[in-house]
C-alpha cells in the first residue's frame, strides 16, 4: 500500500485520500493557496519506514524485562537498528529459526482473527483470501480442530493450503464456492467465515454470509468492500466483526507507548501475549512458515526485493540484514556534508527534534537567516539523516548530549515533543550554549524554577528565547507600531478558532504535551503582554463544564488577562468551532478606535487616525522575522530579542492557568 502510494502522481495521491484533500482545500481558505502547497509538499516529501515484522537481538533493554543478547520479535521497522516498545517484543524459544520468527506479527494477525471468530473443535470454517495471513490461518484452524475450506484466485496458493490440510476452491478454474462450502458443511452452512483477502470488491461478505449457517460468524482480517445487504444478515442472525492487526492493546497508548500491560487475568491474549503463542505454535511445529518464503534478499538488495510485491506468486519475502560489524550498529550520528566553517560569531546550531513544524518552518527560517546549521537530532534517525541533508546540516545524530557536549557548537533548538524542552534546555544551558525553544518552555512550574536557576548560574547568560513568532509578524509589528503612541489603557479580544485534537493525542497529555493551554494558548499570552508592553498582574479563566460529550474541556476556554497600565484582555480558545471560519482574529480597542487583525493576512484600522488597512499576499504569522532576529543577537551580540523575565513571566502564567483548570 505505502510503495503504491508513494509511486502515485499528485492526482493519484488525491484519489486515494479525499478526507486529506478536503483538509487541503479547507487550509487554502484560511491559509492560502501558497501556504498550504508548501505543507503539502512538505508532508509529501517525508520518508516512510516500511516494514512490521522483525526478529533481532537486543542491543539495550531500556530497563525492561529483556536481557542484553536476547533474541526477541518485535513490530518495529525494517532497520538495521529497531527502537520498539517493550509490549511489542517477544522472547524467541531457542529451537526457533530467525526466519521463521521474523513471521511472528503476522502470524498474531491471523491468530486474532482466529480469536474472534471462536473456533471449536470439529467446526467447518472457510478461509477467504490465501495470501500470506490466510495461509497461516489456516494452520492456526486446523491446529484448533477445525475443518478448513480456502478460497483464491491463486492455483499455486490453493496447492499450498491443500499441503497445509485444507480444502480448496479454485476460482481461476471456475469453482463455484458456494455449492462447494455447502458440499463442505453437509449441507449445514459453515460455522465461520474469516476474510483475509484485499479487493474493494463486496462480494467476499456477501458469499461469506450466503455460506454460514443460521448464527454463524464472520471475521474480516483483511480489506474489503463493505456495502452490506442486510437481508444476508437479518435472517441467520450472522454476526459480523472487523478484526483489529494483532489484538488488544492495538494503538492503546497506555499499553504501547506507556508499556502499560493489561491483567492477565482480565484480558487473557493481548498483543505481546499473541506474539508468544504463534512463537509457542513455532516450537512445536503446529505452525510452520518455512514453505510460505518464495524470496531471500540482503538488504543490500532491498529494491528488488520490493518490486517482488508485484509478483501476484510471491508470499514471504525475508530480508537479511548483515552482522558483521556490531560497532557500526551503535553508532549514533553519521557526517552527512562538508563540515561546517564558522567565525567566532556565528550562531552555529544543532536541532533536536525534526518533525514538521521544525523540518518545514524553523530549519529553512533559521538557514535563510544565516545560521550555521551543523547537528540535527531525532530519537530514531530516520528523519534526522532525511532532513539534514535535505538542508544542509553537517551530521545527523540520534545523541542530543553529543550535541551538549560539542564545543563547537553555541546554540541549541530544542523542537522535541513538549515534556522534554524543560529538560533540554536545562542542560544546554548549563553546557553555556544559546537557547531557542519551540513553544512551550515548561509543562510545570517547578521547571520554570529550574530553568531560571540554570540561566542564572551560567557565566556567559547564553541567550534564551521562545519560538512567539506571532509578535514578529508582519502586520503585529504595525500594531506594536500604532499602539506606541496610545498613553492609556488597551482593551483586547483574541480568539484562536483552535480545531479539534482527539483527547488521546500526545499534545492533549498533561504529562506529555502540556495540554493546549500550555503548549499553543501561551502564544496568546505572550501576544497580548508584548502589545499591552507592560506585567501581567492577574488572570481570570473559565473552561467548558463537564458535560456529555466533552472528552476535553481546558482547550474550549476563555482566558483574562490584567496588566499593570490598567489593560486588560480575553483570549477566547476554542477548539470546537468550524475549519470554514479563520483559525485567529485579534481585536484591540484603543484610543477612540479599533485594530483588527484577520488571520495574520489583513490588517483593518476603525478610526485610526492615518491608517486604513494593511493587507499581505499571503498569510505570515512571523516565523521568518522570529527566526532572523534570534540570530541576529547572537552575530551582532545584541540582547536576546524577548527578555528572560518575559519569557519566565508568559511561561507561568501558561502553566497557573491550565494548573486551574485542573
Keep these: 500500500m505505502l510503495i503504491d502510494f508513494g509511486k ?41 519506514p516500511l516494514g512490521y515484522c522483525n526478529v ?92 478448513v475450506l480456502g478460497i483464491d484466485f491463486d492455483s499455486s496458493k490453493c ?65 474489503v468492500g463493505l456495502e452490506l445487504s442486510r437481508a444476508d444478515f437479518f435472517e441467520k442472525e450472522l454476526t459480523f466483526q472487523v478484526s483489529c492487526s494483532y489484538g488488544p492493546g492495538r494503538y492503546d497508548t497506555e499499553y504501547e507507548d506507556k508499556g ?37 534478499f540482503s538488504i543490500n538488495d532491498a529494491l528488488e526485493a520490493y518490486q517482488c510485491l508485484d509478483d501476484r506468486s510471491s508470499l514471504g519475502i525475508v530480508l537479511d540484514y548483515p552482522n558483521d560489524n556490531v560497532e557500526s550498529l551503535t553508532q549514533r550520528s553519521v557526517n552527512l556534508n562538508v563540515g561546517v566553517s564558522h567565525s567566532a560569531s556565528d550562531a552555529v546550531c544543532a536541532f533536536v527534534g525534526a518533525g514538521n513544524y521544525a523540518s518545514r518552518v524553523l530549519m ?19 528523519s534526522a539523516v532525511h532532513h539534514g541533508d535535505k538542508q544542509g546540516f553537517a551530521k545527523a545524530s540520534t545523541d542530543f548530549n553529543e550535541v551538549i557536549s ?20 536545562i542542560a544546554a544551558l548549563k553546557a553555556e550554549k544559546h537557547v531557542f525553544v519551540e513553544k512551550p518552555l515548561a509543562l510545570k512550574e517547578s521547571e520554570i524554577d529550574e530553568i531560571e536557576a540554570a540561566y542564572n548560574s551560567s557565566e556567559t547568560l547564553p541567550k534564551v528565547m521562545v519560538g512567539y513568532n506571532r ?47 500550555i503548549g499553543e494558548a501561551c502564544h496568546y499570552i505572550d501576544l497580548m503582554r508584548h502589545l499591552a508592553g507592560c506585567k501581567i498582574t492577574g488572570f481570570n479563566a473559565m473552561c467548558m463544564g463537564d458535560a456529555p460529550g466533552v472528552a476535553v474541556r481546558e482547550d474550549k476556554a476563555s482566558i483574562t488577562l490584567s496588566f499593570e497600565d490598567g489593560s486588560i484582555g480575553t483570549i477566547h480558545y476554542f477548539a470546537n468551532g468550524g475549519k470554514a471560519f479563520p483559525k485567529e482574529r485579534i481585536e484591540v480597542f484603543a484610543n477612540d478606535a479599533v485594530l483588527q487583525l484577520d488571520n495574520f493576512r489583513k490588517l483593518i484600522g476603525f478610526g485610526w487616525k492615518g491608517f486604513t488597512k494593511q493587507k499581505l499576499m499571503s498569510q505570515d504569522k512571523g516565523q521568518d522575522n ?15 530579542p524577548i527578555s528572560f523575565d518575559e519569557i519566565i513571566e508568559v511561561a507561568r502564567v501558561s502553566c497557573q492557568v491550565a494548573e486551574s483548570f485542573r
Design 260 to 296: 502499560n500491560d493489561y491483567p492477565v487475568g482480565f484480558v487473557r491474549w493481548t498483543e505481546q501475549r499473541n506474539f508468544e503463542a504463534v512463537l509457542d505454535m513455532m516450537s512445536t511445529g503446529a505452525l510452520d512458515v518455512k514453505p510460505l518464503i518464495t524470496h531471500r
Design 8 to 48: 502515485a502522481n499528485w492526482l493519484d495521491k488525491a484519489r486515494q485520500q479525499p478526507d486529506k484533500v478536503k483538509m487541503v482545500l479547507d487550509k487554502v481558505k484560511t491559509d492560502g493557496l501558497m501556504p498550504t502547497v508548501d505543507a503539502v509538499r512538505s508532508k509529501l516529501d517525508q520518508p516512510l
Design 159 to 223: 496447492d499450498l493450503a491443500r499441503q497445509l490440510g485444507a480444502e480448496t476452491v479454485d476460482l481461476s478454474k471456475g469453482e463455484d464456492p458456494i455449492k462447494a462450502a455447502e458440499a463442505f458443511s453437509r449441507g449445514r452452512g459453515v460455522d465461520a467465515v474469516i476474510i483475509t483477502a484485499s479487493t474493494k470488491s463486496n462480494e467476499p461478505v456477501s458469499q461469506a454470509a450466503t455460506m454460514c449457517r443460521k448464527r454463524g460468524r464472520i471475521v474480516l482480517v483483511g480489506v
Design 626 to 640: 522570529c527566526s532572523k532576529a534570534f540570530i541576529e543577537s547572537i552575530q551582532q551580540g545584541k540582547p536576546s
Design 406 to 425: 560539542d564545543s563547537a557548537v553555541n546554540t541549541v533548538v530544542i523542537a522535541t515533543q513538549h515534556n522534554l524542552h524543560a529538560e533540554q534546555t
Design 471 to 517: 509578535r514578529f509578524a508582519p502586520n503585529v509589528l504595525k500594531m506594536k507600531e500604532l499602539l506606541s503612541s496610545v498613553k492609556g489603557p488597551k482593551t483586547f479580544i483574541m480568539t484562536m478558532n483552535a480545531g479539534d485534537i482527539p483527547a488521546e493525542h500526545w499534545t492533549q497529555d498533561p504529562n506529555v504535551g502540556g495540554g493546549r493551554i
Design 56 to 147: 533481532g537481538t537486543v542491543l539495550d533493554n531500556g530497563n525492561s524485562e529483556f536481557e542484553v543478547g536476547t533474541r526477541v520479535v518485535s513490530n518495529g521497522n525494517h532497520a538495521e537498528v529497531v527502537r520498539v516498545p517493550k509490549n511489542l517484543c517477544a522472547k524467541v524459544p531457542d529451537n526457533v529459526d530467525d526466519e521463521s520468527a521474523s513471521f511472528t506479527v503476522l502470524g498474531a494477525i491471523a491468530l486474532q482473527g482466529v480469536r474472534l471468530v471462536q473456533p471449536t473443535l470439529g467446526e467447518c470454517v472457510v478461509v477467504t483470501g490465501l495470501g500470506l495471513i490466510g495461509l497461516v490461518t489456516i494452520q492456526l484452524l486446523k491446529a484448533n480442530g477445525c475443518r
Design 364 to 382: 529553512p527560517a533559521f538557514k535563510s537567516a544565516g545560521a550555521k546549521l551543523d547537528t540535527v537530532v531525532t530519537s530514531a534517525g530516520v
